[in-house]
């Protein structure tokens, strides 16, 4: 089994009863506790228009992450390339490049990370450029003449790319472009093993990687009991099925005792499927969880996430799941 890297996956989340600044101070005290714990990344999604998400305006934020820590590298997972000009996340990341050199990721994806009303708000592109946009960006970041202009911020930085993806295009894409790659299995799991096989296989070495470099996305709600891990993994129960049954979107809401079990059985099983990708329990569970995912997926790196109410909770899960994952390395080596 390979002892891949730890990372989080944050969405910075407003909570119902808080504020945009207590979520942004929340994101602070979690990427310092990561740093420390030894994680490797701490990444934050472009979302828009949707009361519990405070990433929106995710370079701004990372900036925010990078003052708090000093170590850790900071990036997106992702920046929603079509949402933007390549020119503007070039001055972004070219400025985060300067603030924080060497610790800088910058993981892209195509979808709007809205809905549509939103997207037209945001003069959303057309998706299908998506592989020129990357293209340009990197023209931009190399200081290519053939553009006909220096971007300042953004010529001489060197973010570290990566594709995001939650189908085939995305794995394909990185495959051509001999990136690295990102699997969003923490909310869209269905595709996994064949998104990951498709990358490996029809990947092109090229200046920047010589192999495939697969990341997989999960979510972890790890408390020191069982029973209290299952409690507060109804906050991210409650946002999963209020999303797929066109519900209003609002602010991450608190647990609830016997949430799950309170739902009709369609939508247990649709929720199940949603999060089959996900870890709930004491510190042994997610470790055989962890141990199984590896063996399954061969993954260099994993990238955890999850939407916890509570902030000490959140800590504490966060945490654990650092100490199921050496826990499940260690028990491979034996």
Same mark, same amino acid.
């Given at each position: 089994?390979?002892?891949?890297?730890?990372?989080?996956?944050?969405?910075?989340?407003?909570?119902?009863?808080?504020?945009?600044?207590?979520?942004?101070?929340?994101?602070?005290?979690?990427?310092?506790?990561?740093?420390?714990?030894?994680?490797?990344?701490?990444?934050?999604?472009?979302?828009?228009?949707?009361?519990?998400?405070?990433?929106?305006?995710?370079?701004?934020?990372?900036?925010?992450?990078?003052?708090?820590?000093?170590?850790?590298?900071?990036?997106?997972?992702?920046?929603?390339?079509?949402?933007?000009?390549?020119?503007?996340?070039?001055?972004?990341?070219?400025?985060?490049?300067?603030?924080?050199?060497?610790?800088?990721?910058?993981?892209?994806?195509?979808?709007?990370?809205?809905?549509?009303?939103?997207?037209?708000?945001?003069?959303?592109?057309d998706a299908t450029t998506f592989p020129q946009q990357i293209l340009e960006l990197?023209?931009?970041?190399?200081?290519?003449?053939?553009?006909?202009?220096?971007?300042?911020?953004?010529?001489?930085?060197?973010?570290?790319?990566?594709?995001?993806?939650?189908?085939?295009y995305g794995a394909q894409l990185a495959a051509a472009l001999g990136l690295p790659?990102?699997?969003?299995?923490?909310?869209?799991?269905?595709?996994?093993?064949?998104?990951?096989?498709?990358?490996? $296989?029809? /990947?092109?070495?090229? &200046?920047?990687?010589?192999?495939?470099?697969? !990341? =997989? #996305?999960?979510?972890?709600?790890?408390?020191?009991?069982?029973?209290?891990?299952?409690?507060?993994?109804?906050?991210?129960?409650?946002?999963?099925?209020?999303?797929?049954?066109?519900?209003?979107?609002?602010?991450?809401?608190?647990?609830?005792?016997?949430?799950y079990e309170s739902l009709p059985d369609q939508t247990r099983y649709l929720l199940?499927?949603?999060?089959?990708?996900?870890?709930?329990?004491?510190?042994?569970?997610?470790?055989?969880?962890?141990?199984?995912?590896?063996?399954?997926?061969?993954?260099?790196?994993?990238?955890?996430?999850?939407?916890?109410?509570?902030?000490?909770?959140?800590? $504490?899960? /966060?945490?654990?799941? &650092?100490?199921?994952?050496?826990?499940?390395? !260690? =028990? #491979?080596?034996?």
């Amino acid at each position: 089994m390979t002892n891949p890297t730890l990372s989080i996956l944050d969405l910075v989340p407003i909570l119902e009863g808080g504020s945009i600044s207590q979520a942004l101070a929340n994101a602070a005290d979690l990427a310092s506790l990561a740093e420390s714990l030894g994680y490797s990344r701490y990444w934050v999604a472009e979302h828009h228009g949707m009361p519990g998400i405070g990433g929106a305006a995710t370079s701004v934020v990372l900036a925010h992450i990078g003052a708090h820590t000093k170590s850790i590298r900071i990036g997106s997972g992702g920046i929603m390339l079509p949402n933007h000009t390549p020119l503007q996340i070039a001055e972004q990341f070219g400025t985060l490049d300067a603030l924080y050199p060497g610790r800088v990721d910058l993981g892209m994806g195509r979808a709007p990370g809205s809905d549509r009303l939103v997207s037209r708000a945001l003069h959303n592109g057309d998706a299908t450029t998506f592989p020129q946009q990357i293209l340009e960006l990197q023209a931009y970041f190399a200081g290519d003449p053939r553009m006909g202009f220096t971007a300042v911020p953004g010529a001489g930085a060197a973010p570290e790319i990566w594709i995001l993806g939650s189908s085939l295009y995305g794995a394909q894409l990185a495959a051509a472009l001999g990136l690295p790659y990102a699997f969003a299995s923490h909310f869209a799991p269905a595709m996994l093993d064949e998104a990951i096989e498709t990358y490996r $296989r029809q /990947f092109k070495p090229s &200046a920047i990687l010589d192999k495939p470099h697969v !990341m =997989v #996305a999960c979510s972890v709600f790890a408390a020191d009991r069982a029973e209290e891990a299952k409690l507060i993994a109804t906050t991210q129960q409650q946002l999963f099925v209020n999303i797929r049954t066109g519900q209003p979107r609002g602010r991450v809401p608190a647990p609830q005792e016997g949430y799950y079990e309170s739902l009709p059985d369609q939508t247990r099983y649709l929720l199940d499927d949603m999060m089959s990708c996900s870890a709930i329990g004491s510190r042994e569970d997610v470790s055989i969880f962890m141990e199984a995912l590896i063996s399954r997926t061969k993954a260099d790196e994993i990238i955890i996430g999850g939407q916890i109410y509570d902030n000490a909770a959140r800590l $504490r899960s /966060f945490a654990i799941a &650092a100490e199921a994952l050496e826990a499940a390395t !260690m =028990v #491979a080596e034996a």
